[in-house]
Structure formats: C-alpha cells, structure tokens
C-alpha cells in the first residue's frame, strides 16, 4: 500500500504520506515524469544530463532498473507505446530513443536550439518535437531528416499529444492547435491569460485544452467556436499574496477530471465540467520554510497513482538555491476514488 502510515511522522517535503522513491545522490533539479503506457514503469529527467527508470507495484514498492547519462540537461521525455523506449530531448539540441532492451540510446531528431518538448504519435508512428529554435518537427525515426517543419512566431514552451490533436503553447502566449495529419492547417489563439504560458493539456474529448501559466491561473479553452461561452479561467497555487506558478497538468484517463500542481508546493485534483476543486493537499516544504516546487508530474496508464517531483525550480534565481536543504524528491500518491471522481453539481437554490 501506498504511503506512509497514519502513526507515522511525516516530515515536512511529504506531508500528503506519499510514496517518496529513493533518489539518486547526484540528481539535480527534476525536468520531467512520464509513465509506461504499457507497464508498471516511469522515467524521470533531471538537469544533471540523466535520465533514470524505476518499476513499481501495488505493495508500495520500487526498483531502480536502468541509468542513461547524456551530455547536457535533459527538459523532457515521453514513452514510445510499447514502453520499448524513451526519447530524451534537451539542451544538446537532438533527440535521443533510450532502447531499455539494450540500454543504448540513438540520436534521432535534431534542432538549432534546446529541445523544450517531445511527444510520440502511434498511429503514424510520428516523433513530434518542439524546440526553443521556433519551429515543432515531425520525424520518421529511421531516417536523420524530419518529415515537416512548422514555423512558429516564438519559442515553444509547452506541448501536449492526445490522438492526433496537437496543441503547442509559445513564448507569445499563443497557443496553436492543429490534427497531426494536417499539419499546415493550424488554429491560434491568444491566451486568456496574461502572462507566460508553463504547461498545456488537450480535454480527453479533444473539443479544447487547458493551459497553466506563471500567474496561479488556469484557463480552460474550447476549439469550437460555438462553445466560446464555456471557456473560463480560474486561480489556483496562491497563498495570501504569494502567487506561484502552474508547472504541470493531466487528465484522469477514467473520470476525465485533472490534476495541477506548482511552485506552491501543492497538487490538486479538478473537474473543470462542475467547475469544482474535488481535492487540495498539502503543501510541501522545505526544512527552511520555503515551498518545495513541484515541477513535474503525471497518472500512471490506471489513473490509480499519480506522481510528481519536488525541486527547485530556478523561479527565484541561483542566490536563492541552497543545495543542502533543497533537495529533489520523487513522489507516488495512491488516488483515491473520492480525489478523482466527479461530484455531483451542487444544487442552486429555486425561488420560492
């Protein structure tokens, strides 16, 4: 079972009692999680240049299976649809598919800048890739020259796959949507919110996509036209006066609701159709008394564990970064039914 046990002390970086896997000594700050789509397995990223992966079962346990050292900072990965591999994309500027048979990785994309996002389509079997160089790339892996270069107006920042709706979030606050298989025909939007755009999630029914910014706000954007009047935005991961950022954002693959978590310290469950917050946990922090930055996290393919990384997330600078008590932290949360079902909508009041 999942966590620690209620009579235990909890300190102050896990207050939730999650699952904390043990984390390697040399691991710096954490980039990205990502799960097997086809095992109990995930894969974490780190700004050390590596990239590890872990198994997990439904005791509470976890096993370090397998290392791969890059040159420069990893940013992001994603699981081929097999769990055959991982592709590891940073500030080398390529693209690498880690084979965990072989524990080899090839070089399979490359870009004129930092790769910021990476997101594998089965049904074409597409690499799509999105870089700081202001262009997002499809690649047939079997060959070194992409299939297609879109030009963007800006550097991408976030990116998310579902099916073959693309949404791609830039350093303009545009966000642009486009089906994989129509790549010139690109929908853009300007965000509803104000400022920089840090993550974006397609809806599980592709009519729309949430995108989280710097601000604590969420916005939740419909594609169609007709549903303009649906689409709202709403404040989360502030505390009083302290606004914190949004990092990361999943949708469960069962009830649909979704998760954010931020630069708070917090992670909380949603279900954007009631408009409702169905669950908000506690907030980590360090020994110091600052909030442990949550910069990453995802569901496993059950929707049954959700997790999610803890570590500085450079917000504040390198002054502010104290190694000692700062230190990153993987985190397994057991979902509970209650956290990720929709609520029914309460009802309003009629007149009497």
């Given at each position: 079972m999942f966590g620690a046990p209620a009579t235990q002390a909890k300190p102050a970086h896990n207050p939730n009692g999650d699952l904390e896997v043990p984390a390697p000594a040399e691991m710096d700050s954490i980039s990205s999680l990502t799960f097997s789509p086809a095992s109990d397995f995930f894969a974490v990223t780190s700004w050390n240049c590596n990239a590890y992966v872990w198994q997990y079962n439904s005791q509470g346990q976890t096993f370090a299976k397998a290392q791969?050292?890059?040159?420069?900072?990893?940013?992001?990965?994603?699981?081929?649809?097999?769990?055959?591999?991982?592709?590891?994309?940073?500030?080398?500027?390529?693209?690498?598919?880690?084979?965990?048979?072989?524990?080899?990785?090839?070089?399979?994309?490359?870009?004129?800048?930092?790769?910021?996002?990476?997101?594998?389509?089965?049904?074409?079997?597409?690499?799509?890739?999105?870089?700081?160089?202001?262009?997002?790339?499809?690649?047939?892996?079997?060959?070194?020259?992409?299939?297609?270069?879109?030009?963007?107006?800006?550097?991408?920042?976030?990116?998310?796959?579902?099916?073959?709706?693309?949404?791609?979030?830039?350093?303009?606050?545009?966000?642009?949507?486009?089906?994989?298989?129509?790549?010139?025909?690109?929908?853009?939007?300007?965000?509803?919110?104000?400022?920089?755009?840090?993550?974006?999630?397609?809806?599980?029914?592709?009519k729309g996509f949430l995108n989280g910014s710097i601000e604590g706000r969420v916005a939740v954007s419909h594609l169609n036209e007709d549903q303009k009047d649906k689409n709202f935005t709403f404040k989360c991961h502030r505390a009083d006066t302290e606004i914190y950022s949004v990092n990361t954002m999943s949708f469960h693959n069962v009830y649909g609701t979704f998760v954010t978590a931020g630069s708070d310290g917090t992670y909380n469950f949603w279900d954007k159709d009631s408009k409702q917050r169905l669950k908000a946990q506690a907030k980590a922090v360090y020994p110091n008394g600052t909030a442990a930055p949550i910069t990453c996290g995802a569901f496993d393919r059950t929707g049954t564990i959700y997790g999610y990384a803890l570590s500085y997330d450079w917000s504040k600078g390198y002054a502010e970064y104290n190694p000692s008590v700062m230190k990153p932290y993987i985190m397994l949360h057991s979902c509970k039914e209650d956290e990720v079902k929709p609520k029914p909508k309460a009802p309003t009041a009629g007149r009497r």
């Open positions: 791969n050292t890059g040159t420069q900072p990893l940013l992001t990965s994603c699981w081929k649809h097999d769990g055959s591999g991982i592709f590891l994309g940073g500030c080398d500027k390529a693209v690498r598919l880690w084979d965990l048979a072989s524990n080899q990785a090839m070089q399979v994309a490359m870009h004129d800048a930092p790769v910021r996002q990476v997101a594998w389509c089965p049904q074409l079997n597409l690499l799509i890739t999105g870089s700081w160089d202001k262009t997002f790339k499809y690649w047939d892996t079997r060959t070194p020259t992409p299939a297609h270069t879109g030009t963007l107006a800006e550097r991408v920042y976030a990116m998310d796959l579902r099916e073959d709706l693309l949404v791609i979030g830039t350093a303009d606050r545009n966000l642009h949507a486009l089906f994989v298989t129509q790549p010139q025909q690109i929908k853009t939007l300007t965000s509803q919110l104000k400022w920089q755009t840090r993550c974006v999630a397609v809806f599980p029914d592709k």
